[in-house]
T-cell receptor, first 114, second 112 residues
Framework: DSGVTQTPKHLITATGQRVTLRCSPR?????VYWYQQSLDQGLQFLIQ???????AKGNILERFSAQQFPDLHSELNLSSLELGDSALYFC?????????????FGPGTRLLVL | SQQGEEDPQALSIQEGENATMNCSYK?????LQWYRQNSGRGLVHLIL?????REKHSGRLRVTLDTSKKSSSLLITASRAADTASYFC????????????FGKGTRLHILP
């Protein structure tokens, strides 16, 4: 158990819908990262927050948005869902920011768009 | 294409044998990390090697880094069934950006 929690574990929804994925980082970790893992694209970095502010952006679509709240939990919002958005979405956290930091991954949310 | 690419894509070996996976990358880096992922679960950090290090050990894991060839290898000695997983290398791009980029992974299967 990494100490990072993600809810829900599974999500099935229809195209065009909007969903929110939630992540609680390890106690004391200030950085939160979001990743998308699909069979054809591998593990793609989406976005990173540090202490409530966006720090780095990766291949995140405009239909997706995220935020980190004052209590450091984070939410990833996916809207106008398409079939291709079906994937595993992981949240990770680290104590600080920087590429030397160890990231601790949550168990993921499996999203299926029908 | 990916900053880090693992090779081979898949590997099956007998329990007790050694497993070697390779990672190649394109740009200069500050660090390279290896992660393990059991099927459908979150990634687990294994080891970090800095760009000024050439070799690092952790238990049955040995990681090497050759910055001149832009490559790293992960060796798992005396493999066990529990080592069955996907293994990913993750690299930065040598700049101040905090992003680390994961490769597509090597799927390792340990045969009983």
């Amino acid at each position: 158990d990494s100490g990072v929690t993600q809810t829900p574990k599974h999500l099935i929804t229809a195209t065009g819908q909007r969903v929110t994925l939630r992540c609680s980082p390890r106690s004391g970790d200030l950085s939160v990262y979001w990743y998308q893992q699909s069979l054809d694209q591998g593990l793609q970095f989406l976005i990173q927050y540090y202490n409530g502010e966006e720090r780095a952006k990766g291949n995140i679509l405009e239909r997706f948005s995220a935020q980190q709240f004052p209590d450091l939990h984070s939410e990833l919002n996916l809207s106008s869902l398409e079939l291709g958005d079906s994937a595993l979405y992981f949240c990770a956290s680290s104590v600080e920011y920087g590429v030397q930091e160890t990231q601790y991954f949550g168990p993921g949310t499996r999203l299926l768009v029908l | 294409s990916q900053q880090g690419e693992e090779d081979p894509q898949a590997l099956s070996i007998q329990e007790g044998e050694n497993a070697t996976m390779n990672c190649s990358y394109k740009t200069s880096i500050n660090n390279l990390q290896w992660y393990r992922q059991n099927s459908g679960r979150g990634l687990v950090h294994l080891i970090l090697i800095r760009s000024n290090e050439r070799e690092k050990h952790s238990g049955r894991l040995r990681v090497t880094l050759d910055t001149s060839k832009k490559s790293s290898s992960l060796l798992i000695t005396a493999s066990r069934a529990a080592d069955t997983a996907s293994y990913f290398c993750a690299t930065d791009e040598g700049n101040r950006d905090d992003k680390i980029i994961f490769g597509k992974g090597t799927r390792l299967h340990i045969l009983p």
